[in-house]
């Protein structure tokens, strides 16, 4: 609690840098229609890196982000004069084929959420959109992406919507996803990815206590001093955001996409209930 009780301070303290957090999924140029959305052709992320490198955006972690943010003044010092960070959730092998390669042209780096259950694997959790058979990356290409240079963060290890499950299962979601990716990689893994963007008060005590030093929600909107480190804000990056969108997303943090009103219209209250009693019966079947 002290610690918490020193990162809320220095929100105070600090007031009027924003910073966007790119949330990319697939990059590829093959997607069933119900997971299109979720994709961005590698054609259209190449030209989103470069728009970056042109306009001098410097990427950096999550962590470094939330080092600087929240815990000194040397720390927030370090940041560059434009920053911005881009993850990539799930973990899907296309991440090792596509984007990291161009990532590499740019000397980029990037934060990368990985669903460990399912590495090795194909996205089974995605049965709603017809993608089960999408292959995720290898335990050996994860490895491979961490000496690159991209931070490796954990996205869970089933891709449940945790804010729908009894405690302890969302505790030991949040616990076993952490260990598994230490025990693989040989490093303290410091950053969560709700998956979905769904947490709860009690979800995101779960991730602190865990000991991880941040989260990220989505939000569409920046990030700053003021964010709260364990439910940071990202923007959504889909499969329509040309140039001119991202331009918009990386200064407001919104784009009018009509997709993305209605991925904000089921974070809701009353559709966190219609959840959370799908789920009950779900888990019951």
Known sequence: MNEMKSISTMSIRHKGITVPILMYHSISDDATRLFRQFTVSPALFAEHMDYLYQQTYTPISVTRLVSALFTSESAREDLPAQPVVITFDDGFA?????ALPILKRYN????LYIT??????????????????RHMLSWEQVAEINKQGIEIGAHSHHHYQLDTLALAKA????????SILQEHLGLDVQSFA???????SKVRHFVQDAGFTSACAVKHAL???AS???ALARVMVDATTGVDTLSTLLRTGHSGSPFITAYQRMRMPIWQLARQGS????HRL
Not at 171 to 178: A, P, T
């Open 94 to 98: 296309d991440f090792f084929y596509e």
């Open 108 to 111: 980029f780096t990037a934060t």
């Open 116 to 133: 460990t259950a399912y590495v090795n694997g194909t996205s089974r959790w995605l049965q709603r959109e017809g993608e089960t058979e």
């Open 171 to 178: 505790q030991e979601e949040i616990v076993l996803s952490k």
């Open 194 to 200: 709700y998956p979905f963007g769904y947490s709860s």
């Open 223 to 225: 990030s700053s001093e």
């Open 228 to 230: 709260d480190p364990f």
């Open 279 to 282: 789920a009950a019966i779900m």
